[in-house]
T-cell receptor, first 110, second 114 residues
Framework: DQQVKQNSPSLSVQEGRISILNCDYT??????FLWYKKYPAEGPTFLIS?????DKNEDGRFTVFLNKSAKHLSLHIVPSQPGDSAVYFC?????????FGTGTSLTVIP | DTGVSQNPRHKITKRGQNVTFRCDPI?????LYWYRQTLGQGPEFLTY????????KSRLLSDRFSAERPKGSFSTLEIQRTEQGDSAMYLC????????????FGSGTQLSVL
């Protein structure tokens, strides 16, 4: 049973435009959410996180939005750069485990 | 801080053989996690340790899989009598004790069972 879902397997955007990656979850006990970026043959690297007490967290070009009532979070990247091309995983924590989505492959076209 | 280290990076084995992977977490991290990832999927939880205690194991972890973390430092994951379905990337991650602490991942061990 997939508790964290990323329904878009892939996304292509033009360089300089906004990339929006979406994630939905089902477990209301999740209280901490993270985004990871992964290149082929490497482990995921942490990008940005948000606690359930917030609805927005920003770090440079990356912003994560959390809508608890909809059990939805999104990652905004603006402006998108070719180096952002990677697979992005959404993750959620219930203080014991981290649960990951299936990933969205982002391609930023120069 | 050298990050999370995993060895080997790649392992090719024949079906029925045993394999062992090693993970060295970030030194001050007391939590250590093992995940498995296959193509097109996200990391799938296998087990985690807090210090030397194994606190949780996934239902997906069959009896052929065993993990240890002696002395609460490095960890090993052993797969006995490997099957072709075991072929995957095995990821180790560590963190400080939750809440709100992020996972730091190693580069993974890519296992291919022929």
């Amino acid at each position: 049973d997939q508790q964290v879902k990323q329904n878009s397997p892939s996304l292509s955007v033009q360089e300089g435009r906004i990339s929006i990656l979406n994630c939905d979850y089902t477990n209301s006990m999740f209280d901490y959410f993270l985004w990871y970026k992964k290149y082929p043959a490497e482990g995921p690297t942490f990008l940005i996180s948000i606690s359930s007490i917030k609805d927005k967290n920003e770090d440079g070009r990356f912003t994560v939005f959390l809508n608890k009532s909809a059990k939805h979070l999104s990652l905004h990247i603006v402006p998108s750069q070719p180096g952002d091309s990677a697979v992005y995983f959404c993750a959620a924590s219930d203080r014991n485990q981290f649960y990951f989505g299936t990933g969205t492959s982002l391609t930023v076209i120069p | 801080d050298t990050g999370v280290s995993q060895n080997p990076r790649h392992k090719i084995t024949k079906r029925g053989q045993n394999v062992t992977f090693r993970c060295d977490p970030i030194s001050e991290h007391n939590r250590l996690y093992w995940y498995r990832q296959t193509l097109g999927q996200g990391p799938e939880f296998l087990t985690y340790f807090q210090n030397e205690a194994q606190l949780e194991k996934s239902r997906l972890l069959s009896d052929r899989f065993s993990a240890e973390r002696p002395k609460g430092s490095f960890s090993t994951l052993e797969i006995q009598r490997t099957e072709q379905g075991d072929s995957a990337m095995y990821l180790c991650a560590s963190s400080l004790e939750l809440p709100n602490e992020k996972l730091f991942f190693g580069s993974g061990t890519q296992l291919s069972v022929l």
